[in-house]
């Protein structure tokens, strides 16, 4: 199982950024994947994670209607479209992925047993 993120940048305040999670190794309708990000000095916590029937997603309070996670299933990408972004978005944002999680444990990082590289983002003004 491996994945690769990218598409981060640096942008201005309301900007957006489509960030990229490329799986292999696995196919992706039989995992969970979450994005998560980690500012300096802070714990790593969950952002978006969309299930393995891609049927259920979740947002953490601080993105909901800014940003909207997909898949393209026959690609084995996940994307995180980031809208509205803000300064306390930035951090280096990293895709994973976890077998058999139930809606109430997809935005705990222990339980990803897989984690690509982080795509740093930063929003300045």
């Known amino acids: 199982v491996q994945l690769q993120a990218s598409g981060g940048g640096s942008v201005q305040p309301g900007g957006s950024l489509r960030l990229s999670c490329e799986a292999s190794?696995?196919?992706?309708?039989?995992?969970?994947i979450g994005w998560f990000h980690q500012a300096p000095g802070k714990e790593r916590e969950a952002v978006s994670c969309?299930?393995?029937?891609?049927?259920?997603?979740y947002y953490a309070d601080s993105v909901k209607g800014r940003f909207t996670i997909s898949r393209d299933i026959a690609k084995k990408v996940v994307f995180l479209q980031m809208n509205s972004l803000r300064s306390d978005d930035t951090a280096v944002y990293y895709c994973a992925a976890a077998l058999g999680l139930i809606a109430s444990t997809v935005s705990d990082p222990g339980r990803y047993a897989h984690w690509g590289q982080g795509t740093q983002v930063t929003v300045y003004s």
């Open positions: 190794g696995f196919t992706l309708d039989d995992y969970t």
């Open positions: 969309i299930s393995a029937s891609g049927g259920s997603t």
